[in-house]
């Protein structure tokens, strides 16, 4: 029963991180604003315009796409709780370690996404950068919407990670030493 319990956990935990990172790719992906700059020249900007924001589309649904294949794991081994036995360890070391290259591309392209986006709002004077967000408000506001659900969708892989390497370590374990008591 602890087992079903935890897998149903991760299940839950997989889908919030998949559909926030569905989220956060539509939000970028598809968030454009055009301004009429000195009256004659027409501007359009969006997520082409910051390579961060580009890869942090591609990444998220890269990672959306991970969780949903995860996701069928999870019930595939929910279903089937005995029969799996023989080559869990290997797949439970091919879950950790994917886990953790998902959390850590997902938090890097979210934190580069986002030292893009500030030097969006604050401009850099010594490399005669203006600043865009007093242009563009709505795209930026948007963005910022979807970089925090991005970063709310890598904290659920954070939370994943463990559950994986508890499953992962909990192998090598005695039987009495990492058993979780759910009453």
């Not at 563009?136 to 709310?152: D, E, K, M, P």
């Amino acid at each position: 029963m602890e087992s079903r319990t935890m897998v149903k956990m991760e299940a839950f935990l997989r889908l919030c991180a998949m559909m926030l990172s569905i989220l956060a790719a539509c939000l970028v992906g598809l968030d454009s604003q055009t301004k009429l700059l000195f009256n004659t020249i027409e501007r359009k900007a969006t997520f082409r315009d910051l390579d961060a924001l580009f890869v942090l589309v591609h990444v998220d649904s890269v990672v959306a796409g991970y969780n949903l294949l995860q996701l069928g794991r999870c019930f595939i081994s929910a279903r089937f709780e005995g029969s799996l036995k023989g080559s869990y360890l290997y797949l439970a070391w091919v879950c950790f370690l994917l886990d953790q290259i998902a959390v850590y591309v997902s938090f890097g392209a979210n934190s580069a996404a986002l030292q893009a986006s500030v030097l969006a709002i604050t401009g850099a004077r010594s490399f005669q950068w203006m600043k865009l967000c007093n242009r563009y408000t709505r795209f930026c506001v948007q963005i910022g919407g979807a970089l925090f659900c991005s970063y709310a969708a890598s904290l659920f892989m954070a939370v994943i990670s463990s559950i994986s390497a508890f499953n992962l370590f909990r192998l090598y374990s005695p039987k009495q030493f990492l058993l979780l008591k759910f009453n």
